[in-house]
């Protein structure tokens, strides 16, 4: 019984000196450190292929910094100015569509740029509002109420 709990001592200091060795490598500080040198790496491979670019050689792209990929737009506030332009502008799309209109042509005829997914997102919220809608899913059409 002695020799079992010896044993037992002795891994509970093992473990602790390890634990008190890792808690000493501030992982955080390393993660930092590393996107760090990261960034140098970029832009020194970006300085290579514009060397490269200048001196007559195609190379592969040079990486780009990384930074957000998604559209930010904030919601549309009711009764703000563009709430009660999308308001009317939905309303006369119905009004020339007597059989609806499915979501993804309403939004697409607000604007004349692409139709992400975060801009119809937002133009649903009005759409929701002011419609009634029938169906699930892609066989959805909307209607004047």
């Keep these: 019984?002695?020799?079992?709990?010896?044993?037992?001592?002795?891994?509970?200091?093992?473990?602790?000196?390890?634990?008190?060795?890792l808690s000493k490598t501030d992982i955080s500080k390393l993660e930092e450190k590393k996107a760090k040198l990261q960034e140098q790496i970029n832009a020194i491979d970006?300085?290579?292929?514009e060397t490269l670019k200048a001196a007559g050689i195609e190379t592969a792209k040079p990486k780009k910094e990384k930074g957000a990929?998604?559209?930010?737009l904030t919601p549309i506030e009711k009764?703000?100015?563009?709430?009660?332009?999308?308001?009317?502008?939905?309303?006369?799309?119905?009004?020339?569509?007597?059989d609806g209109l499915n979501?993804?042509?309403?939004?697409?005829s607000f604007s004349t740029e692409p139709l992400t997914p975060t801009r119809k997102k937002r133009y649903e919220v009005v759409i929701n509002a002011i419609?009634?809608?029938?169906?699930?899913?892609v066989s959805t059409r909307y209607f004047l109420k």
């Design 46 to 49: 970006n300085e290579i292929a």
């Design 103 to 108: 979501g993804k042509a309403l939004c697409a």
């Design 79 to 98: 009764d703000s100015d563009e709430w009660n332009r999308f308001t009317k502008h939905i309303q006369k799309q119905l009004s020339k569509a007597p």
């Design 1 to 21: 019984m002695a020799n079992y709990q010896e044993t037992i001592d002795k891994e509970i200091a093992e473990l602790k000196a390890r634990l008190e060795q």
């Design 69 to 72: 990929t998604r559209e930010r």
């Design 131 to 137: 419609c009634k809608k029938t169906g699930k899913g």
